[in-house]
């Protein structure tokens, strides 16, 4: 288990010194178990790269169980503690266009299980949308981007995942073999700009600060036509890690690093109406987005 945490660390964070800090060991036993777990399991989890890691295709693989097991682990302790508890009910959930595909399912599978008793009703909706119905109390909780929350003071909110950006390119892109990147170098290839779920609005904000103009030659609110059209090398882009995978849906490879400049990461969380205090109901499934330490 404590091999699984750090490999997760160091995935999440791309580097063995700031995976280290963030789980408050020291660098050295942090190598040490990465490198324990690679001769266990007889593959190269990571490349070893002047810039920090990169997961392998066996690394990547390898991400989704690893976090699915250090989960699983966390809920049958919590489950025990469940058991003479039953909750029934109704529980009304928003989810933004993102956040559903790469946050709610696994996690709302598992929600169900424990509590087979529960309705659930889902309402897909804009991060605006979400916060005017949970103002208006026809959703109990909302699943969003608490970094772009308007109505904070109205609005309770709890933030369970901060997601970096980073520059994706193709493999062999020119931009990839720079020593250093920032947004300012971007700005001389072609860009493909994500609309989906306020990317738009975000990474006009951080380019405006910059007071830098992309080459956005395409946009799109669709993630695999970014992913599809980096990875032919038709252009660059800038997303947050969540929305990251290596390989497209025809087996190209897309490579993603860290750029100079200070972007906003992408903060993910939980919404409820402050005027109101969570139900056991909420409670329980605002549990099950908790970072699992």
Known sequence: MKQLRYFLAVAEAGQISAAANNVNVSQSAMTLAI???????????????STGLELTREGIAFLNHAATIQEQ?????????????PLTGTLRVGVTETLASYFLFPKLARFRREHPDLI?????????QLEAM??????????????????????????????????WAAAGHPIMERSSVSLTDL????????????????????????????????????????????????AITV?????????TIDGLRVLKRDLNDDLPTMDVGMAWRKSRSPTPIMNAFIEEFEPVN
């Open 239 to 247: 997303l947050s890690d969540v929305v990251f995978r290596s390989w």
């Open 73 to 85: 682990v966390a809920r049958a302790t919590q489950s025990v503690h469940r058991l003479d508890d």
């Open 120 to 128: 659930v009703e889902l309402r897909e909706a804009t991060r605006a």
């Open 35 to 49: 490198q324990d777990l690679e001769a266990g399991l007889g593959v190269q989890l990571f490349d070893r790269k």
């Open 134 to 167: 949970l103002l208006a109390g026809t959703i109990d909780v909302a699943l969003l981007l608490t970094s772009n929350i308007e109505e904070k003071r109205k609005l309770t909110f709890r933030t369970f995942h901060r997601s970096r950006r980073r520059l």
């Open 187 to 234: 700005s001389s290839y072609p860009f493909v700009l994500l609309k989906s779920d306020e990317a738009e609005r975000q990474a006009r904000s951080f380019w405006s600060t910059s007071r830098i103009e992309p080459q956005v030659i395409f946009e799109t609110a669709s993630i695999e036509a970014v992913r599809t059209m980096v990875a032919h090398g038709l």
